[in-house]
């Protein structure tokens, strides 16, 4: 994409009006950036370049060993830190970001919806560090990003070795002597200056790019607030998206990047990150069918519930694929979480969004003690997601926090398994939001104690549902 009209002038006037530096105009930046990951997922890290628009001069590096990670979120990571670093040099400076990721490029420019929850995050943090209109974004081919691409290897050798990355003699060497018109991030697409035309094009694709990141993350939020549906007229569609075809080519063997794609398929997504669903263990409360949720009396497993917990830890065990264990603060989840995570010889970590919704003065009542003495508000609850129960927590607040753990989960433990003990109603939320369901279908499901699910999430922003809805082997 063509950067904003920023044409440098004569190499040995600073003072002339058009160039970057010149008194009272605003320094222009170009960030490369790149991230790989040795397995996708797998030991990753990424690297980071800025350089000066008007000479080429490398001005900072940035590289990171950040762990197990995908390639894509490598990428972003990249970009954050290239990005930062540019802030730190000068916090009105124009930034034209060069990257050998389609994906990234794309989904930051606003042609590619941010459907991925753990991307967003992650795109919301790089669209927050400069204003959108300062930003703008072009896919290089890789052999254009050799700078970045061999901080992120550096970055990933050193974290093999157990060192922090350190920049190695020669990397400043690499921009020093490099001008401007030798940077094809200063031209155009066709390698023509860049127009006025395509820079007010350009900074306006920042601009949605930002406004779509933030509208996929909060739009329920939002809808609620106004008092309306979940529908965004506004927001971008599938149809918006480029074509399969035009999607980023196969990087060469060793980056961990997707493969040629499948004739009658799109390309290879790479692992998903996996949340296996694991409704926690009978209480006391769980046979009676009374409303048991975050406001009431928190009640421990019963001994029929520590044995399906225990039967879920043995099952859970024999499979072999849980990497992290994450459970709701509530009582009952935590026990069961615990006799899984004792098991796999993994920690727990406490995700209060999990917790199940709040039934107010329902607590304890069973349905038919609630529509006697709470006629009007259980009517006004089943019809509506919106409706709470009388003084408790709507679904549609549940859900909403529910899905903003979701993404957290997802950004931290990319590509991974991970075993979230739940609730009925967390439960639910996910299982709908990865088919697509209204949250209407809330109402139409059950769930029975220790019951097992599991959604895939690809790369791609899809997601595939599991539904392992038998306990009587768990008993």
């Known amino acids: 994409m063509p950067g904003p009209q920023d044409s440098p002038g004569p190499q040995d006037s600073s003072d002339s009006p058009d160039s970057p530096d010149a008194p009272g105009s605003r320094r222009t930046f170009v960030v490369e950036a790149d991230g790989g990951s040795r397995g996708n997922p797998g030991p990753a890290g990424y690297g980071a370049v800025v350089r000066d628009a008007g000479t080429g001069q490398t001005l900072s590096e940035a590289a990171e060993y950040i762990g197990t990670a995908t390639n894509n979120v490598a990428e972003y990571r990249g970009l954050i830190a290239g990005l930062r ?4 040099l000068d916090p009105q400076a124009l930034v034209r970001v060069r990257m050998d990721s389609k994906l990234v490029v794309e989904q930051m ?47 990933m050798d050193a974290g093999r070795r ?25 031209t155009g697409a066709s390698g023509s200056p860049a127009t006025p035309e395509s820079s007010a094009e350009a900074r306006a694709a920042a601009r949605t790019a930002v406004r779509q990141a933030v509208r996929e993350t909060h739009r329920t939020a939002a809808a609620a607030e106004r008092g309306a549906g979940t529908d965004d007229p506004t927001a971008l569609t599938a ?19 997707p493969s040629t794609p499948q004739v009658g398929w799109g390309a290879d997504m790479g692992t998903p990150t996996t949340l296996v669903l694991l409704r926690h263990g009978e209480t006391p409360l769980t046979p009676l069918k009374r409303f048991s949720g975050s406001g009431g009396t928190d009640p421990e497993l019963s001994a029929t519930g520590l044995r399906q917990a225990e039967a879920a830890a043995s099952a859970l065990a024999a499979r072999g694929t849980v990497q992290h264990v994450v459970s709701s603060p509530l009582v ?38 609630v529509r006697e003495r709470h006629p009007d508000d259980l009517d006004a609850w089943l019809a509506s997601p919106e409706a709470a129960p009388t003084g408790g927590e709507s679904f549609a607040r549940v859900i909403r926090r529910v899905e903003a753990a979701r ?21 639910k939320v996910l299982a709908c939001t990865a088919l697509g369901a209204p949250p209407e279908a809330l109402f139409r499901m059950e769930l029975s104690a220790a019951s097992l699910s599991a959604v895939a999430y690809y790369a791609d922003g899809n997601a595939s549902l599991r539904l392992l809805n038998d306990t009587g082997h768990l008993r």
């Not at 254009?144 to 550096?154: I, P, S, V, Y």
């Not at 149809?239 to 990047?257: S, W, Y």
């Not at 993404?407 to 439960?427: K, S």
């Open 239 to 257: 149809a918006d998206e480029l074509p399969v075809e035009h999607a980023a080519p196969a990087a060469p063997a060793g980056r961990g990047e």
């Open 407 to 427: 993404d957290r989960i997802l950004a931290r433990h990319a590509g991974r398994t991970v075993l979230l003990v739940t609730h009925v109603t967390p439960v």
């Open 109 to 155: 420019s606003g042609r590619w919806k941010i459907k991925h929850p753990g991307m967003r995050p992650l795109a919301l943090e790089a669209a927050s560090v400069f204003p959108p209109d300062s930003v703008t974004y072009q896919w290089i081919p890789r052999e254009e990003n050799k700078h970045a691409d061999r901080l992120a290897n550096e970055a």
């Open 85 to 88: 670093a540019a802030h730190a």
């Open 162 to 186: 157990g060192e922090a990355w350190r920049p190695s003699a020669s990397t400043a060497e690499l921009g020093a002597g490099t001008h401007a018109e030798t940077l094809p991030g200063l």
């Open 332 to 369: 009952r989840c935590r026990q069961t979480a615990r006799a899984v995570a004792d098991r796999l010889g993994l920690g727990v970590e406490v995700e209060h969004d999990l917790r199940e919704a709040d039934f107010g003065a329902w607590e304890g009542l069973t349905f038919a003690e």
